[in-house]
């Protein structure tokens, strides 16, 4: 069984900085990968950006530069800072994580709101 718990989410002015968080909560399975995905209302939920075990990350185009994952891997966690945030980030940010079994498992979401 693998649990996601999100925070961090919130209402901000464009060009500041949020960061979420996701404590994934296992028994039984390692992860593999661990990431964060947004959707927004109509829209396909889209990766922002992944991390694997072994700390190779990946990010969607329109966040480089601006936002860094992180994770430990001892407590289970991963990170999202977000800078220079925009109008068009806000959605629903999800944690997804991917076990090396190939268990994929979701967090309930938490919103992120930019405005100009």
């Known amino acids: 069984q693998v649990q996601l718990a999100e925070s961090g989410g919130g209402s901000v002015q464009a060009g500041e900085s949020l960061r979420l968080s996701c404590v994934a909560s296992t028994i039984g399975f390692t992860i593999n990968v661990m990431a964060w995905y947004r959707q927004t209302p109509g829209n396909q939920r889209e990766l922002v950006a992944s991390?694997?075990?072994?700390?190779?990350?990946n990010y969607g185009s329109s966040v480089k530069g601006r936002f860094t994952i992180s994770r430990d891997n001892a407590k289970n966690t991963a990170a999202l800072q977000m800078n220079s945030l925009k109008p068009e980030d806000t959605a629903m940010y999800y944690c997804?994580?991917?076990?090396?079994?190939?268990?994929?498992?979701w967090g309930q979401g938490t919103q992120v709101t930019v405005s100009s």
């Open positions: 997804n994580t991917v076990t090396f079994g190939g268990r994929y498992d």
């Open positions: 991390i694997t075990f072994g700390g190779i990350t």
